[in-house]
């Protein structure tokens, strides 16, 4: 299929795990890719899908400095002429705890911080301007469903998630401001809020090789790449503004589109 040709998506984090999957996603639907990663294992997912005739571009950048991000944009920009999509997907877990001592707890801080949040706020910030002025985008934030979990559940993410949730209750700030900011530039941003994901980082929380009856159940990268495209489908007058769950036993897809409530601020 071809629902995404002449766009070009940007995704942070797509050497492995779920932003890999939405790279292959997203390729697959026709868009010119620019993957940016840490690990230069990126550039081996960019020969991949070259290989299927996707055209993209891989650049080893770290989301939390300002310049690698700059870097990043500037160059898919240059290569393609244009960012459609913006996929905030990189971060990192650790585990933390108020008991943790104190190096431990500015260390972790730090480090999450940077990649979730800051990360976050540089990349959204880096293409904002480029899409107002094309008159359209997406910007397209990865969250946690411990910030919007089932109905009948109340948030959080257990015992040692203090710091990583704090930084993707974050995001919500950017997401809510910029929805309405950009909303009169045909500019929609949204968060993904799901559940557990196959990837390096679930397998690390884990602590173990996860056994076949929690496999069975966790969601695949797969999944959250065609989620987004459809996403990204629903065209400029999409939902944006919106905290979107996808949780273990329910199905993997958009859930339907809901009036924005007012907001007391102009
Ligand atoms: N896996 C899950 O169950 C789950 C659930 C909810 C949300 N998330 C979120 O999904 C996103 C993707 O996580 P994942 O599960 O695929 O993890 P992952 O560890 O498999 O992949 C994360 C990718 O981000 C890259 N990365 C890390 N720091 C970076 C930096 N500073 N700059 C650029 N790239 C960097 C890593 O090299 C890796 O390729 C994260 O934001 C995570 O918090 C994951």
């Known amino acids: ?57 891989a650049v080893e950048a770290d989301v939390s400095v300002a310049a690698d991000v700059r870097r990043f944009v500037d160059a898919a920009v240059a290569r393609f002429g244009r960012i459609d999509a ?7 877990w650790r585990a933390t705890s108020p008991l943790d001592p104190w190096d431990k707890a500015l260390d972790d801080f730090e480090a999450l911080v940077a990649v979730n949040l800051r990360g976050v706020f540089l ?16 910007i397209v934030s990865v969250a946690t469903d411990h910030i919007h979990p089932p109905p009948g559940y ?10 990583y949730d704090a930084t993707k209750w974050g995001i919500n700030g950017f997401t809510q401001a910029w929805a309405r900011v950009l909303a009169p530039h045909g ?5 993904l809020c799901m559940d557990a994901t196959d990837s390096n980082m679930i397998r690390g929380a884990l602590g ?13 990268p797969e999944q959250i790449g065609g989620l987004l495209v459809d996403l990204l489908c629903e065209g400029p007058e999409g939902r944006t503004g919106e905290n979107i769950g996808i949780w273990l036993g329910h199905e993997v897809a958009l859930p339907p589109w809901r009036e924005p409530l007012p907001s007391r601020f102009t």
Request: charged letters at 20%.
């Open 1 to 57: 299929m071809n629902r995404l040709g002449g766009t070009t998506a940007a995704v942070t984090g797509a050497a492995h795990g779920i932003g890999a999957g939405m790279a292959r996603a997203l390729a697959a639907e026709g868009a010119a890719l620019a993957l940016c990663d840490v690990d230069p294992a990126v550039h081996a997912l960019a020969a991949e899908l070259e290989g299927e005739g996707a055209r993209v571009l």
């Open 86 to 92: 913006m996929v905030a997907n990189a971060g990192v």
């Open 123 to 138: 990349c959204g910030r880096a293409v904002a301007p480029h899409m107002a002025e094309m008159g359209g985008g997406h």
């Open 154 to 163: 109340s948030t959080g993410g257990g015992t040692r998630m203090d710091v």
């Open 187 to 191: 500019v929609r941003v949204n968060a």
């Open 208 to 220: 173990q090789e996860p056994p076949p009856e929690l496999l069975e159940r966790w969601m695949r």
